[in-house]
Antibody, heavy 118, light 111 residues
Framework: EVQLVESGGGSAQPGGSLRLSCVASGFTFSSYWMHWVRQAPGKGLVWVSGIRNDGSDIRYADFVEGRFTISRDNAKNTLYLRMNSLRAEDAAVYFC???????????WGQGTLVTVSS | DVVMTQSPLSLPVTLGQPASISCRSSQSLVHNDGNTYLNWLHQRPGQSPRRLIYEVSKRDSGVPDRFSGSGSGTHFTLKINRVEAEDVGVYYCMKPTHPSTFGQGTKLEIK
């Protein structure tokens, strides 16, 4: 059974930091691009960042503005998102996902909630 | 960047009736490799999204055949030929190639 399990969400103050993790199982994690997608309460889906299967290519949405760092540890089947300088508008559920382009597996985690307030 | 625009944003449907959602992209989604990459996702309340359709018209494993996707270039459509109660939720079209971009979502509800 494929599973993506996120953790690390919680409450942070504006300007604070959090590190999200996503542990994968049931598929060959090291073969997939992996992504973070967020969803503010009652809003739509927004792509945040993606990393190539071997970590050699990393992409960010413009709104990240150097504040977030995506990384992965294929030996641990784990994806990370380090978030610094958090803003109120970063509050959302953060999903890890494969966002498959073609007929490879498209997998999503259950999400982890990040709240940002003073 | 490409903008994905869905319509309608709200879709009340009677059980057993058809439903249709439109998605337009601000640029052609024909990729350099000649394929067109456009996904449709479904998110039930309180759940993670699930992909239904990829490459415009190919159904994912386990997706009922009442769901179909069509279109080309910049205009795409998701059709449900007979809506069932389990189809409620929000449908998103999505450009999966970098940068991944989602439509605003269409909320399907039962009348």
């Amino acid at each position: 059974e494929v599973q993506l399990v996120e953790s690390g969400g919680g409450s942070a103050q504006p300007g604070g930091s959090l590190r999200l993790s996503c542990v994968a199982s049931g598929f060959t994690f090291s073969s997939y691009w992996m992504h973070w997608v967020r969803q503010a309460p009652g809003k739509g889906l927004v792509w945040v960042s993606g990393i190539r299967n071997d970590g050699s290519d990393i992409r960010y949405a413009d709104f990240v503005e150097g504040r977030f760092t995506i990384s992965r540890d294929n030996a641990k089947n784990t994806l990370y998102l380090r978030m610094n300088s958090l803003r109120a508008e970063d509050a959302a559920v953060y999903f890890c996902a494969t966002l498959a382009v073609a007929d490879t597996g498209d997998y999503w985690g259950q999400g982890t909630l990040v709240t940002v307030s003073s | 960047d490409v903008v994905m625009t869905q319509s309608p944003l709200s879709l009340p449907v009677t059980l057993g009736q058809p439903a249709s959602i439109s998605c337009r992209s601000s640029q052609s989604l024909v990729h350099n490799d000649g394929n067109t990459y456009l996904n449709w996702l479904h998110q039930r309340p309180g759940q993670s999204p699930r992909r239904l359709i990829y490459e415009v018209s190919k159904r994912d494993s386990g997706v009922p055949d009442r769901f179909s996707g069509s279109g080309s270039g910049t205009h795409f459509t998701l059709k449900i030929n007979r809506v069932e109660a389990e189809d409620v939720g929000v449908y998103y079209c999505m450009k999966p190639t970098h940068p991944s971009t989602f439509g605003q979502g269409t909320k399907l509800e039962i009348k």
